[in-house]
C-alpha cells in the first residue's frame, strides 16, 4: 500500500504551495526522514521529508506546479507497485489542441514566430481590415488574424466577435507578481491583496519616551541580572507597550478575511524584518504571556533565526498584530500596508531629540518616538483607532505601567 | 449574327482588309508582309506571296498592289521612319516590325521622332500611324523573337499599345488603332495566331483603353496582359471548387491601361494579381501594382502580387521556356499569401 507524500500547511494562511525541486526521482530509494523535495510557500522554502522507508514509486506533481495544501504531491511504496486508482494531479491537466496544422499554417509560421505575434509587439493588419475596425470601433489588436504573414485580414474584422466583458471587470489577479519570483512575487501578490480588500488609514502621533528611557536605564542598572544586548531594547518596550493596547482594544487584534471577522484571544505580534531578498514577518507567539526579559529574549530570538534561515515554519504566519520599524533608517511617519488579514500595524520611526517647556517654563531636552498607525477603517473608525495610539503611547510615557 | 469563326490571324488580316477599304490612306509597309518583291515570277498579284513570316497579311497585296502592301528592305529604321514621315504628311500607315525584339533597329523612329512630333509641333502634325509587332514566349523561337516588350514601349509619352487576347479584340482594336491619330502599338501574340472565335464580319472597333471583365467575382482581382488572361481564367476556375470567387479582368490596353476598371475591382475585392509576361522588373504588371497601392491604399485586403516571366531572355529549349512562362500553378503559389485564406 503506497503512502502519500502531501503538501504540508504550514501556516494559517497557507492554502497552496509549489513544488520547487524533487530530489529524489521516480524509482530513488528512499528512507524515512529523507528529504525528497523542496516546496515554497508564502514567504519561505520548506524540504518535505519521505513518511516511510521506500521507493518514490510516482511524482503527482512536477517541479514548477502547485497544488493544495493536504493534497498529495507523491507516492512512497514497494519497488514495483502501483498506486491504486491512479489519482490525477491535483492540478487540472491543460486541454491539449488537436487541431491539425496545414501546410498554409506552417508557411505563416515560418513567416513569423507566433510569439511574436501574441507578445503584442507587432500586428499586421492589411490597410482596408484597420479601416473597417476603425469604422467599426474595434481594437483590432484583439483580432486573430488568418491572412499571410499572420496579418488580419477584412475577413478576420468582420468575423469578429468581441469577448463579452463583465460590466465590472475584476483586477487580473493573476498578473499580479507576474514576472517576479519567489518571495519578491509573494510579497507583491500579499501586498496588492491587502490594499484591494482593506479600507486602509494611517494615523501619526508622537510619544514621549523620556521617561522610558531614563527607565531603560534604571532597569539595567538596578536589574541585577545581566541582560543580554537587546532584552530591553526600545523595540522591546514598544512591543510590550502595544500588548498591553491590544488587551484593552479587542477589535485591533482580530482577523477580517474573505467576509469573516475573527477577534482573536492570543496576541501574537508580527514582527518586520528586512532581508536581502525581501520583508519577512516572523510571529513571537502567545506574546502577552510573556514577561518583558522573555518578550525580549523571544524577540531577539525569531530575527536572528529569520536572518540565518533557520526560522520554524509555523513562526512565518498566525500574528494578530504587526509592528514594523524604520527608526534605523531616520524615517519618521510612513504609512505601513496591513499584514492582511490583520486589522492594524503599527510603524515606528526614528527617535527625536525635541525642546520643550517644562512646567515651570524652563526649556528641557525631550526623546520623542514618531508612530503611524495603520487601521482598516472597514472594521474599526478612526476616533477608537486613535484610543488605540493613544494607548500605546501612555504606556510608553508611563513605563513602570510596562513591568506590572 | 456572330457565329462565323475566325482565327487571330485571320481577324488581324480582315481588319487590315476592311481599313484599307474603308480609308485608302491606310497603306502597308514591312519585311516580306507581301512577299516575292523583285522575284519575277511572284510580282504583281500574285495569289501564291507569303503575306509576312506568319502569313498575317497573306491576300491583302494582290488585293490593294504594291503601292499599298510594301514590301520593304531588311531595315526597319529605314521602313519605320517612311512610316513616321507617312503618316506626318497625310498618310496612315501601318508598319508591321517582325518581331518587337527588332525594336531596337528602328527605336529612334518612334521615341526621338514619332511620339514627341505632336508636342513639339503644337498639334500642328499628327502622326496616325499603327505599328504592329508581336511578342510572347512559347514558340520556340529564342531569346531574339520571343520577348514581351509592350510595357517598355507603353512607358513612352504619346504611344499607345494594346494587347488584344482573342480573334473579336484582335480586329477591332486593330481598327480602333488605325482609326486613332497617334501611335498605337498593336502588339500581337504569336502563339495565338491560330486561336479560333467568333467575329463579326462587319467593321468596328473596340475601344482603346478600356480594359474588359471576363469573369466577375467578389474575393479576388487577376489583371491579365494577353495570352496571361487564359492563365487568369484558369486559376479563376481551379479557386472557384475552393469556393473563391475571382474576378478576372482582361487589361486590354497597356497604354494607356484602364485605372477606372482595375480600381474598381480592387475596391470590391480587396485584393490584387497582375499577371504579366514580361520580364518581372519595370514593367506593366509593377506600374499597376505601384498605382493601385497609391489609389486604393485603404481599399487593400493584402499586398499586390506580381506574377511576371523571370528577369533571363527567353531560352530556347522548350523546356525551359515552359517554366519561364507564368501558368497558373506558379500564380497560385506565388501569390498564395493573399488566396489560401480565402479558401473555404
Same mark, same amino acid.
Given at each position: ?25 521516480? &524509482? ?26 521506500? !521507493? ?7 517541479? &514548477? ?9 507523491? /507516492? ?68 486573430? &488574424? ?78 541585577? !541580572?545581566?541582560?543580554?544586548? =537587546? ?10 507597550? @502595544? ?15 474573505? &467576509? ?35 518578550? =525580549? ?33 531616520? !524615517?519618521? /511617519? ?12 503599527? =510603524? ?14 524652563? @526649556? ?35 513605563? /513602570?505601567?510596562?513591568?506590572? | ?14 481588319? $487590315? ?16 508582309? %507581301?512577299? *516575292? ?11 501564291? %506571296?507569303? *503575306? ?37 504628311? *497625310? ?11 527588332? +525594336? ?5 523612329? +518612334? ?39 509592350? *510595357?517598355?514601349?507603353?512607358? +513612352? #509619352? ?8 482573342? #480573334? ?14 497617334? +501611335? ?7 502563339? $495565338? ?26 474575393? $479576388? ?88 516571366? #523571370? ?34
Amino acid at each position: 500500500m503506497a503512502t502519500e507524500i502531501i503538501m504540508p500547511k504550514l501556516g494559517l494562511t497557507m492554502t497552496e504551495g509549489t513544488v520547487d525541486e524533487w530530489a529524489k526521482q521516480e &524509482g530513488n530509494p528512499v528512507k524515512k526522514g529523507e528529504v525528497v523535495c523542496t516546496i515554497s510557500s508564502e514567504k519561505l522554502t520548506y524540504d518535505v521529508e519521505a513518511p516511510m522507508d521506500g !521507493v518514490l514509486i510516482k511524482i503527482l506533481v512536477p517541479a &514548477g506546479e502547485d497544488a493544495p495544501c493536504q493534497a498529495p504531491i507523491g /507516492y512512497i511504496g514497494e519497488p514495483g507497485e502501483q498506486v491504486d486508482g491512479e489519482k490525477e494531479n491535483p492540478k487540472t491537466k491543460p486541454i491539449v489542441a488537436g487541431k491539425e496544422e496545414s501546410a498554409w499554417q506552417t508557411m505563416n509560421s515560418e513567416v513569423m514566430d507566433s510569439s511574436e505575434k501574441t507578445s503584442g509587439t507587432r500586428v499586421f493588419i492589411t490597410p482596408l481590415a484597420r479601416k473597417i475596425a476603425a469604422e467599426k470601433g474595434i481594437d483590432f489588436k484583439e483580432i486573430n &488574424g488568418t491572412g499571410g504573414n499572420g496579418r488580419i485580414t477584412r475577413r478576420d474584422v468582420e468575423a469578429y466577435v468581441p469577448a463579452a466583458k463583465p460590466v465590472a471587470a475584476p483586477r487580473d489577479t493573476v498578473a499580479i507578481g507576474k514576472g517576479l519570483k519567489g518571495m519578491r512575487k509573494t510579497i507583491a501578490q500579499r501586498m496588492m491583496a491587502s490594499l484591494h480588500t482593506t479600507a486602509q488609514l494611517t494615523i501619526h502621533r508622537k510619544a514621549d519616551i523620556t521617561a522610558l528611557m531614563t527607565f531603560r536605564e534604571e532597569m539595567k542598572v538596578k536589574s541585577g !541580572v545581566p541582560l543580554v544586548d =537587546g532584552q530591553l531594547s526600545l523595540n522591546t518596550l514598544v512591543t510590550r507597550a @502595544v500588548i498591553l493596547a491590544l488587551k484593552e482594544t479587542p477589535s485591533m487584534n482580530a482577523w477580517y478575511k474573505d &467576509g469573516t471577522y475573527e477577534e482573536v484571544n492570543e496576541i501574537h505580534i508580527g514582527m518586520a524584518v528586512a532581508l536581502d531578498e525581501g520583508l519577512v514577518v516572523p510571529v513571537i507567539k502567545n506574546a502577552a504571556n510573556k514577561t518583558l526579559t522573555e518578550l =525580549g529574549k523571544s524577540l531577539n530570538s525569531v530575527i536572528h533565526d529569520t536572518r540565518q534561515g533557520t526560522l520554524s515554519g509555523d513562526l512565518y504566519t498566525g500574528s494578530t498584530f504587526t509592528i514594523t520599524n524604520l527608526g534605523k533608517s531616520g !524615517v519618521e /511617519y510612513f504609512t505601513p500596508i496591513i499584514n492582511s488579514p490583520e486589522i492594524g500595524i503599527l =510603524g515606528v520611526g526614528t527617535m527625536l531629540k525635541e525642546l520643550a517647556l517644562a512646567e515651570d517654563n524652563r @526649556v528641557i531636552q525631550i526623546q520623542k518616538l514618531p508612530l503611524s498607525l495603520t487601521f482598516d477603517h472597514q472594521i474599526i473608525d478612526g476616533t477608537p483607532a486613535a484610543e488605540f495610539l493613544g494607548k500605546i503611547i501612555y504606556y510608553l510615557e508611563h513605563p /513602570y505601567l510596562l513591568v506590572i | 449574327m456572330m457565329s462565323r469563326r475566325l482565327t487571330f490571324m485571320k481577324a488581324i488580316n480582315e481588319g $487590315l482588309e476592311q481599313a484599307m477599304e474603308k480609308d485608302d490612306r491606310v497603306i502597308l509597309l514591312g519585311e516580306d508582309i %507581301a512577299g *516575292g518583291a523583285d522575284v519575277k515570277h511572284l510580282e504583281e498579284k500574285n495569289e501564291d %506571296a507569303w *503575306g509576312g513570316v506568319f502569313g498575317v497579311t497573306k491576300g491583302l497585296m494582290p488585293k490593294f498592289g504594291r503601292e499599298r502592301v510594301i514590301d520593304t528592305p531588311i531595315s526597319e529604321m529605314g521602313y519605320m521612319g517612311a512610316a513616321v514621315g507617312a503618316a506626318a504628311t *497625310g498618310l496612315r500607315p501601318v508598319p508591321e516590325l517582325m518581331f518587337n525584339d527588332f +525594336i531596337g533597329f528602328c527605336f529612334d523612329t +518612334i521615341l526621338a521622332q514619332g511620339s514627341k512630333m505632336r508636342y513639339m509641333f503644337g498639334g500642328k502634325a499628327k502622326i496616325p500611324m499603327t505599328i504592329r509587332t508581336c511578342h510572347g514566349a512559347g514558340a520556340s523561337a529564342a531569346a531574339q523573337h520571343s520577348g514581351s516588350y509592350y *510595357g517598355m514601349l507603353g512607358a +513612352i #509619352p504619346g504611344v499607345k499599345v494594346v494587347v488584344p487576347s482573342n #480573334p473579336y479584340d484582335a480586329k477591332g482594336l486593330l481598327l480602333a488603332a488605325i482609326e486613332d491619330d497617334n +501611335i498605337v502599338v498593336f502588339s500581337e501574340d504569336k502563339t $495565338l495566331y491560330g486561336m479560333k472565335d467568333e467575329v463579326p464580319e462587319e467593321y468596328y472597333t473596340v475601344e482603346i483603353g478600356k480594359a474588359k471583365i471576363k469573369r466577375e467575382g467578389t474575393d $479576388l482581382t487577376i489583371v491579365a496582359i494577353g495570352k496571361m488572361l487564359y492563365v487568369a481564367l484558369e486559376v479563376a476556375d481551379r479557386l472557384a471548387k475552393d469556393g473563391v470567387d475571382v474576378e478576372v479582368i482582361d487589361l486590354v490596353t497597356v497604354a494607356p491601361w484602364d485605372e477606372q476598371t482595375v480600381l474598381h475591382s480592387v475596391k470590391k475585392t480587396g485584393r490584387l494579381i497582375v499577371i504579366d509576361e514580361a520580364n518581372p522588373h519595370n514593367n506593366t504588371a509593377t506600374d499597376i501594382a505601384s498605382v493601385v497601392s497609391d489609389k486604393a491604399f485603404d481599399y487593400l485586403d493584402g499586398p499586390v502580387k506580381c506574377v511576371c516571366a #523571370p528577369n533571363t531572355p527567353v531560352p530556347f529549349a522548350t523546356n525551359l521556356e515552359q517554366l519561364y512562362l507564368p501558368n497558373a500553378d506558379r500564380v497560385l503559389k506565388e501569390a498564395a499569401e493573399i488566396i489560401e485564406d480565402l479558401k473555404k
